[in-house]
C-alpha cells in the first residue's frame, strides 16, 4: 500500500510563491512516475504537472514557465513550486503515484490565491 502526504498549501498574495511538497511511503519510490494534479469549485480535477521515473517532465500549458515539478528519490518526495501564482491557481492540489497500473492519490492541500 503507498501512502501519499502533500504538504505546503495556504494562502498566498497574487504574484507570490508556494512550494508544494508529496511524502511517499510503503513503497519503491523511484519506480513510479509521480503527478500534481488540482481541482477547483465546481471543476474536473486537471493535471498541472508529471514527472516519471526517469525525470521528464511534463506541464499543463496555464502553468508553464510558473511551475517546476521535482522529485528527490533518496527522500521519497516529489515537489511542485510554485511561481507568479494568480487566483485562478486557485485550488485542491493532489499528489499522483502512478506505476504498472497502479495509481494512487494523497488527501490534497489547499492553495488560495487571493488579495
Known amino acids: 500500500q503507498v501512502q501519499l502526504v502533500e504538504s505546503g498549501g495556504g494562502l498566498v498574495q497574487p504574484g507570490g510563491s508556494l512550494r508544494l511538497s508529496c511524502a511517499a511511503s510503503?513503497?519503491?519510490?523511484?519506480?513510479?512516475?509521480m503527478g500534481w494534479y488540482r481541482q477547483a469549485p465546481g471543476k474536473q480535477r486537471e493535471l498541472v504537472a508529471t514527472i516519471s521515473s526517469g525525470r521528464n517532465t511534463n506541464y499543463a500549458d496555464s502553468v508553464k514557465g510558473r511551475f517546476t515539478i521535482s522529485r528527490d528519490n533518496a527522500k521519497n518526495t516529489v515537489y511542485l513550486q510554485m511561481n507568479s501564482l494568480k487566483p485562478e491557481d486557485t485550488a485542491v492540489y493532489y499528489c499522483n503515484a502512478f506505476s504498472g497500473g497502479n495509481d494512487y492519490w494523497g488527501q490534497g492541500t489547499q492553495v488560495t490565491v487571493s488579495s
Open positions: 510503503g513503497t519503491i519510490f523511484i519506480l513510479y512516475d
